[in-house]
């Protein structure tokens, strides 16, 4: 029994050891990282899948059975109307939220530590530039790569505005030198110019089914009048 707790002992320090190298620290860092980048964009495409399945009608709540004729039965369809809808508005509101935070946040916050720490992620070819000379070392402050990130942000989800008028929020750059890196910015953008099409079909479509909800609680209210 000693024999075997020795050996269980001298084996988890051997693996621990060698889990702590930088080799395995490394490849697990980059293992995390690719992880948690996929599972953000699947999580943000489900989503997408999820808004846009929002129609301008589905504000208005279908009610099976018979029409209701007497006052105190329509006073409650139109209360119960009116709290289906603005429980559907926050439900998608809470939505497009998270899909915010999941298509564009926490990519973005990945983009950003790959950035300050490129060289313990992608020693070698600088990941920055500003103009056409790369940044040998971070020189740049947090808040200068944050300001990186939003730009991209920008420049994904208004497309090619950005370069048509040629603005940018910062002179900071991908360098196109690092082709790994500046793959992650291109799937980044590509990530929030698909929570941005998706945000604005939700504005579209909540902005079509006010009309829908407001003609709904009309008839409602007439079949009142006519039922006082």
Request: hydrophobic share 50%.
């Amino acid at each position: 029994m000693d024999a075997l707790l020795n050996w269980v002992t001298e084996t988890a320090g051997i693996v621990g050891a060698w889990i702590q190298t930088d080799e395995v620290l490394f490849w697990i860092s980059w293992l995390g990282t690719a992880v948690l980048f996929a599972g953000a964009g699947h999580w943000a495409w489900r989503l997408v899948r999820t808004v846009r399945a929002f129609g301008h009608r589905d504000a208005v709540e279908i009610v099976s059975g018979r029409q209701p004729t007497r006052a105190a039965t329509i006073k409650k369809r139109i209360k119960r109307a009116k709290a289906f809808a603005n429980s559907t508005f926050r439900s998608l509101a809470l939505q497009v939220s998270t899909l915010v935070f999941a298509g564009i946040v926490i990519p973005g916050a990945i983009v950003a530590v790959i950035a300050i720490n490129q060289d313990w992620f992608l020693p070698g070819t600088p990941v920055l530039s500003i103009g056409d000379q790369p940044i040998q070392e971070i020189r740049a402050s947090y808040g200068e790569v944050v300001v990186f990130v939003i730009d991209q942000a920008l420049r994904g989800a208004l497309s090619d505005a950005f370069e048509v008028f040629g603005f940018s929020l910062s002179p900071v750059t991908n360098n196109t030198e690092n082709h790994l890196f500046s793959g992650l910015v291109l799937f980044y953008r590509f990530l929030s110019g698909l929570v941005a099409a998706a945000f604005i079909y939700v504005v579209i479509s909540v902005l079509k089914s006010r009309p829908t909800l407001r003609a709904h609680i009309a008839r409602l209210e007439e079949d009142l009048r006519q039922a006082g």
